[in-house]
């Protein structure tokens, strides 16, 4: 199975091994619906979601 990325409205970002036809996942911090990232390539890096899991950076 390919791995899928899924971004939750809370802006956490998860990479899942899923089904092809997996649309939403649960968030394993909210608990909400992640929905599927489609073009992962098209994703804007300006909407901070993408760095905003600075706490696990190695980098202070
Ligand atoms: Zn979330």
Redo the contacts with the bound molecule.
Sequence with gaps: MPVYEFK???G?IIEELVRMDTKKIT?P??Q?S?TKILSPCTFSLKGGGWFADGYSSTKK
């Design positions: 939750c409205e809370c956490e968030c911090k909210c909400k992640a």
